[in-house]
Structure formats: C-alpha cells, structure tokens
C-alpha cells in the first residue's frame, strides 16, 4: 500500500524529499520548498519593497526554477518587487546559443523583460575564441571571472537595486570544499553569505542557498517547467567538478552532509592576525576587486597581448609576470 503524505493531507505520497527523507505528496512538496525560499528572502531581508531585481538566467534548472519561484511568490507575499532577467552569452557555439533558446521561453511565459549580454561585446573575445588561443586547462578560470564581471555590468546597465542567482545548496557546499582545500581565506570568509555587497557594486542574492540540486530538479519536474539541461563542453576537466564528485559521495554516506558543510562555513571566523585584502574597485574598469588591477583585466590584457597566461595562478607571480612584460630586463 502506498505511503501516505507525512503532512497528514490525506494524499498519497508521490515523492521522497532528499533533503529530510519525509514522503510528501506533490502539493506538500511545493509548499515546503517555496516556504524554505520566502523564508530565506524573509530572514535574510534580501529584497526591499520597490526594489528592481534581476534574475541572472542561463536557462539551466536553478536560474528557471528562480524564476518561476521569485514570479510566484512576489505575487503570492507581496513583495513588490520589478523583476527581470538577465543572461550572458559566453559565446559557446552548440551550448549556449541553445540555452539562450530555453532563457527567451522564461521570457515569454514568466513576461519578464530580458537583456542578453555577450562576451563578445563586452571583451572582444568569445570562449570558443579563448579556448583555441588557450586550450581545455584552464578555459574555466576566463569563463567564470568574464562571467561574474558581465553580470555587474549587466546588472549595472539594467539600473537594478539587485541580482539574484541560482546558486543552490549544493553549489555552495562545494564552493566551502574548494576554498579549504585552496587555503582561500578571504573566499571562505563570505562564500556561504546568503547576500553579498561591496561599495559601490549591486547586491548579489542566493534565494536558493539551502536548496537542495535533487529538490530543484524534481520541483522543476513536477512543475513541467523548461530548462535547458545539457552540461558545458568546456566544463569536463573543471576543478569544481572534483569537489562535486566528493560532495555526491558524501552524500550517499550521510544525506545532510551539504547542510553539514554549509552550517560550519557560516561559522567559521578567521583570526584577526590573519591579513585578507579588502574588496575595493579596478582602477581600470571600476568593477569589484581586491586587486588594483581586477582578475578580469588582467586576463583580458593577457589575450590581447598574445599571453594567455597571464593572468593564470598566484596574483604574486601574475603580477611580477605584468611587471617583467612592462619592464623587460635588458643585457647589454
């Protein structure tokens, strides 16, 4: 005999939520996971009434499921909130020219407006472009900093209050593995804040901090929502790819092992006797960095230069790197 929802509404359970191991019959579900994301915005005031929100939207599960869950309950809780969407065509032939497909469908069913930004436009460079002059090994480094930077200057050229990502639980729980294992202080510091603000810059959101991948997907299913789910074919050798193989292992070991994770970054505090650089602005493009120069400059500078590398590892060695280029050492 089937099992009844634990919610005792008398229906059938139709699914078994990964996340606490309750059966819920589908309605339960929907509840209990849009009252998780109202109760995150709520608790960690990440909108104010009034305030123009874009929704960064690659067409994949989390920026669709943010979408339609944002749509929903502005309209349910009255937030008040103008939202819109926002995409960034990293120019990937065969990857993201379809997905920006899927992004104008949550246009057109959610009526939301939508700008799409390209790398192209923005850098001069497309990452089928960067990946001939580079190669696979490190074309994920230039696609995450370009991206990050591309959605503050969308985001800046919408005139929003604020950006809201996809990033879910499951994200951020790697995100913790991969800065202890890189011994990224400053990262690890503010890699679990729900929201994150540097002068200056447009408030960035998490909605969906403490949903679970597993959730979103079947939220997604059984709501028969559009996305686009094929993997990036750049992203096969990725680092994060190591720290999400680790992360489903552990999982199968211990269900709230990426709560687990997250809990004890939010509580970690680095000594005061520990130096980490301060967020400012990039004397040349006047974006968030912690460097006078931002990562994005410099790897631009790289590429345009016909060095490619430039830009890659230790900001010690990129910038003795800059420096031995603009002064060139000379024997006579």
């Not at 410099?298 to 002064?327: A, Y």
């Amino acid at each position: 005999m089937p099992a009844l929802c634990k919610t005792n509404c008398g229906n059938k359970a139709k699914l078994k939520r990964p996340k606490t191991g309750d059966a819920l019959c589908k309605e339960c579900f929907f509840s209990a996971f849009e009252t998780e994301i109202h109760f995150t915005i709520t608790k960690g005031k990440l909108f104010q009434r009034g305030n123009t929100v874009a929704i960064a939207a690659s067409g994949g599960k989390d920026s669709t499921v943010l979408a339609y869950v944002l749509k929903l309950l502005n309209e349910k809780h009255d937030y008040g909130l103008k939202l819109v969407l926002l995409s960034i065509d990293e120019g990937i032939t065969g990857y993201r020219d379809d997905s920006l497909d899927t992004v104008k469908q949550n246009r057109d069913d959610y009526k939301m407006a939508l700008k799409v930004l390209s790398y192209e436009e923005l850098y001069g460079w497309t990452m089928d472009s960067i990946v001939k002059e580079i190669g696979k090994k490190n074309n994920c480094t230039f696609c995450g900093v370009f991206r990050r930077q591309a959605l503050d200057r969308g985001a800046a050229q919408l005139g929003v209050d604020v950006l809201a990502t996809g990033h879910n639980a499951d994200d951020i729980a790697e995100t913790v593995i991969m800065n202890v294992l890189r011994g990224d202080i400053a990262r690890l510091q503010r890699c679990t804040d729900v929201a994150t603000a540097s002068e200056g810059a447009i408030p960035r959101v998490k909605p969906l901090k403490y949903a679970y991948e597993k959730e979103i997907v079947m939220y997604a299913y059984f709501k028969q929502l559009v996305y686009f789910s094929t993997e990036c074919i750049y992203s096969p050798n990725a680092y994060r790819g190591y720290a999400r193989a680790f992360l489903k292992d552990l999982e199968k070991i211990r269900p709230t092992a990426i709560i687990d994770i997250i809990h004890s970054g939010e509580v970690l505090r680095v000594k005061e006797n520990v130096g980490t650089r301060e967020r400012g602005v990039c004397e040349r493009c006047g974006f968030v960095s912690s460097q006078k120069v931002c990562k994005a400059c410099v790897l631009l500078e790289g590429l345009n230069k016909g060095l490619p590398k430039l830009g890659i590892g230790k900001s010690s060695k990129v910038n003795k790197m800059r420096e031995m280029k603009m002064n060139p050492v000379v024997d006579f």
